[in-house]
C-alpha cells in the first residue's frame, strides 16, 4: 500500500514534465524532512544543472491536487521532499487495512511452488540447525501462500548412505534387540554416538558400516529389515517433532527410493555423451565451461552420491507438482552443491526430462550457541526436543510469576510463546548470516523478541474489549498516530520483497518495529475514555489485524494473555 503513495509522487513529478519511477522515490532518514522525496542528482547529471538548482526548478512546477493525499512540497538542497496530510493519510490507511481485514497485503500471483526443508539423516534427532531450517521453510512457505501462491511442502528423509549404516552397526552389536525406551530418534541417535566413541579404539568399524552399506545396497534381507526397523523408528520421532514444531509436509520422499532412479539418469547422461567417465571408471561431468570442476556423479565403484538422487528428485517434483519454483531451504554449506545441480538440471533437459522452470536456493547460515558450534557426531548436538523443553519450561516460569492459570492454560501458554521465542530469534537474522541463539534473551518481554511481539498483541486486545464506544475511522494527527499508521501502510510492500528476495527476516524486522511503534502510541495516546477514542481504537484494530498476519506469516502463534 506504502509504494502507492510512491505513486502518487510519480504522477506529480509528470505533471511537473520529469519523467521518474518508484523506484526513483525514497523516504528522507529523518520523517521531519518529509515523507518521501525526489532525489535530482542522476537527472541534473543528464540535464546538465546544478541538483539544487534543479530541485527548485522543479517544485515550482509541482501542481497537488485537492484530493491528493501530498500536502506540501520543500526543497532541501538537491531533493524534494513531499509531506503527507496527517489527517487524510492515516484515515485512508486505517479505512484500508480494517475493510480488508485478513485480506490486507494479499495478492493473486497464482504461482506453483515447491519448497523443500528441512531434509534430515534419519540417523539421529533433529537439532537447533533443523529448527532454524523449518522456520525458514514454514516462512517462505506462508509469505508466497499469502501472496495467492499454492504452495506444497516438501521433505527429503535421507535415509540411506555410510551415517546410517553407523547407527545400524552399533544397535547390531551393542542394541542386544532392545526396542526404544525413550522419544525413538533420540534412541537411534544414541547408537550414532556410541558408533563415533567405539571406532576411535577401534578404526576397523569404518569398514564394516561401508560392507553393511554394501549389503544394504545388494538387497541382504536382514540388513534391510535392521534398516526398515532403525528407519520407522526416526521417522515415528521425526513425525512427533514437526508437529510440535508446527509444520506440516505434503509429500515425504526418500533417499532410498530414488538414487537407483538418478543412476539411471546418470548412465543415460553418459550414452548420450553429457557425462564422461574418467580413467577409475567414475562418471562425471564437466563443468569447464562453467568456470567449474568436475563433479561425481557416480563412483568407481558404481556406489552415487546426494547429488545423483538430487538429479531425479527434481524431476519428480516436476511429475507431481508441475511447480514454476523449485525452493530448497538447505545450509550454505552446500552453496557448491546446488551450483552444479543447478546447471546439470539443464544439461539433462537435452535428454528430454522436464524440471521446474526455476529452481532456487534459499541458503542460510548456522546457529551457534554460547557454548560454540553444535556436533553431532560427538552427541554435543543441542536437538530440537530438548531446546523446546527446556524453552517451555522457562517460559512456564515466566509466566507463573504473574499469573495463577490451570495446569492446561499453563501448558498451552508456555508451549505458544517458548515456540514463539525460538521462531523469532532463528528467523530476525538475515538468512545469510550465522549467529548465536541465546535462550534468555529470546524469552524477554523486552526487545527483540518473540513474546515481545504477542505481548503488543495481548495490550491491543485489551485496549479493544475496554473501549466503550466503536472503531471509528477519521483522521489522526499525533506523531505516534501517523509514524504507527505509516509503518502498517507498509506491510503489503514488505510482503512482496520478502518473497521477491527470499528473505523471511525481512518479515521478522517489520513485525518488531511495528510492535515498537505501537509501544510508543501506547505510552503516548490514550485510547480509552479519549476525545479520539473511537479513531485512535480503529488504529489499534488496524494495528491488531497488521500484527495477527505477521506472526502468522512466522509460524507464531497469538496469545490471549502473558
Keep these: 500500500m506504502f509504494s502507492n503513495f510512491k505513486e502518487e509522487v510519480v504522477k506529480l513529478l509528470e505533471g511537473a514534465g520529469v519523467k521518474a519511477s518508484v523506484k526513483d522515490i525514497e523516504e528522507p532518514p529523518d520523517p521531519k524532512l518529509g515523507d518521501l522525496a525526489f532525489p535530482c542528482f542522476s537527472l541534473a547529471k543528464e540535464m546538465k544543472k546544478n541538483p539544487a538548482e534543479l530541485a527548485k526548478e522543479i517544485s515550482e512546477k509541482i501542481k497537488i491536487p485537492e484530493a491528493s493525499i501530498i500536502e506540501k512540497v520543500v526543497v532541501s538542497g538537491p531533493y524534494i521532499n513531499f509531506f503527507f496530510n496527517r489527517g487524510k493519510f492515516t484515515e485512508k490507511v486505517v479505512n484500508e487495512v480494517l475493510k480488508s481485514n485478513e485480506n490486507y497485503g494479499s495478492e493473486n500471483w497464482n504461482e506453483k511452488i515447491v519448497v523443500e526443508y528441512p531434509s534430515p539423516n534419519t540417523n539421529k534427532p533433529l537439532h537447533l540447525g533443523h529448527m532454524r531450517n523449518m522456520a525458514i521453510g514454514e516462512a517462505i512457505s506462508r509469505i508466497f501462500e499469502k501472496l495467492g501462491c499454492r504452495v506444497f511442502r516438501v521433505n527429503l528423509h535421507n535415509d540411506r548412505g555410510i551415517h546410517i549404516c553407523k547407527s ?200 551457534n550457541l554460547p557454548s560454540g558450534k553444535m556436533k553431532s557426531r560427538e552427541g554435543e548436538v543441542v536437538d530440537a526436543d530438548d531446546l523446546m523443553d527446556e524453552m517451555k519450561e522457562r517460559a512456564r516460569k515466566e509466566i507463573e510469576k504473574r499469573n495463577v492459570l490451570s495446569e492446561e492454560k499453563l501448558d498451552e501458554l508456555s508451549h505458544k510463546i517458548s515456540l514463539a521465542a525460538i521462531k523469532f530469534f532463528l528467523l530476525k537474522y538475515d538468512e545469510y548470516k550465522d549467529f548465536t541463539f541465546y535462550p534468555e534473551e529470546s524469552l524477554s518481554l523486552e526487545g527483540e523478541t518473540g513474546p515481545y511481539l504477542q505481548y503488543s498483541l495481548v495490550r491491543a486486545k485489551k485496549i479493544l474489549e475496554k473501549i466503550e464506544s466503536k472503531p471509528k475511522v477519521g483522521e489522526l494527527t499525533e506523531d505516534e498516530e501517523f509514524y504507527l499508521a505509516k509503518k502498517i501502510s507498509k506491510f503489503p510492500d514488505v510482503v512482496k520483497s520478502a518473497a521477491i528476495h527470499y528473505k523471511p527476516h525481512f518479515v521478522a524486522n517489520y513485525a518488531f518495529e511495528l510492535a515498537s511503534l505501537f509501544s510508543r502510541f501506547y505510552e503516548s495516546c490514550r485510547v480509552i475514555k479519549s476525545e479520539k477514542e473511537g479513531e485512535r481504537a480503529a488504529l489499534v484494530k488496524a494495528f491488531e489485524i497488521v500484527m495477527k498476519l505477521s506472526l502468522n506469516l512466522l509460524g507464531i502463534e497469538e496469545v490471549d494473555l502473558m
Design 168 to 367: 545400524m552397526l552399533a544397535y547390531k552389536k551393542w542394541g542386544n534387540g532392545k526396542e526404544p525406551d525413550k522419544k525413538p530418534d533420540h534412541f537411534v541417535g544414541d547408537f550414532y554416538v556410541l558408533f563415533s566413541q567405539r571406532v576411535k579404539e577401534k578404526p576397523e568399524l569404518e569398514e564394516e558400516a561401508r560392507e553393511m552399506l554394501r549389503k544394504w545396497e545388494a538387497g541382504d534381507k536382514e540388513t534391510l529389515e535392521l534398516w526398515k526397523k532403525l528407519t520407522s523408528w526416526v521417522e515415528k520421532g521425526f513425525e512427533e517433532t514437526y508437529r510440535r514444531f508446527g509444520v506440516r509436509f505434503d509429500k515425504i520422499y526418500r533417499e532410498s527410493e530414488m538414487y537407483k532412479k538418478g543412476k539411471e539418469m546418470v548412465l543415460e547422461g553418459l550414452k548420450k555423451g553429457i557425462f564422461q567417465k574418467d580413467e577409475t571408471g567414475a562418471i562425471f561431468f564437466d563443468l569447464s565451461k562453467y568456470g567449474l570442476d568436475k563433479k561425481i556423479l557416480i563412483r568407481s565403484d558404481g556406489t552415487t552420491l546426494y547429488i545423483t538422487q538430487d538429479l531425479y528428485l527434481a524431476y519428480l517434483k516436476y511429475i507431481d507438482f508441475s511447480p514454476d519454483k523449485s525452493i530448497y531451504v538447505v545450509a550454505n554449506e552446500q552453496n557448491y552443491h546446488f551450483e552444479v545441480l543447478f546447471k546439470l538440471l539443464e544439461e539433462l533437459k537435452k535428454l528430454g526430462y522436464e524440471f521446474p522452470k526455476e529452481n532456487i536456493h534459499l541458503n542460510y547460515g548456522m546457529v
